[in-house]
């Protein structure tokens, strides 16, 4: 995976460019609990909110951050950045 986050519940979060998408593990779990079928480009990066919102970023035209959200279970744009964004926080 380009990127990936720890939670303070030891969740850890992957973002994977091969169509996979983000994937899930929950603490003390060997096999991801979760996929997130996402289309993603070169996801150097994520951030996942106190209320797990997922920000993703998504090399996808043009470079942009893309949101996860929990109520409708789609990524959305959130923002788009001028260059690469390897790090967000």
Known sequence: P???FVNRNNTIVAANEHGVGILIWQNGSTNFTTKIAANLS???SLFVTSDDQIFVYNDQSPNRVD????SNQSLVRSITVGSDCYGLF
């Open 2 to 4: 380009y990127a990936l």
């Open 42 to 44: 070169n996801p150097y």
């Open 67 to 70: 949101q996860w959200s929990i």
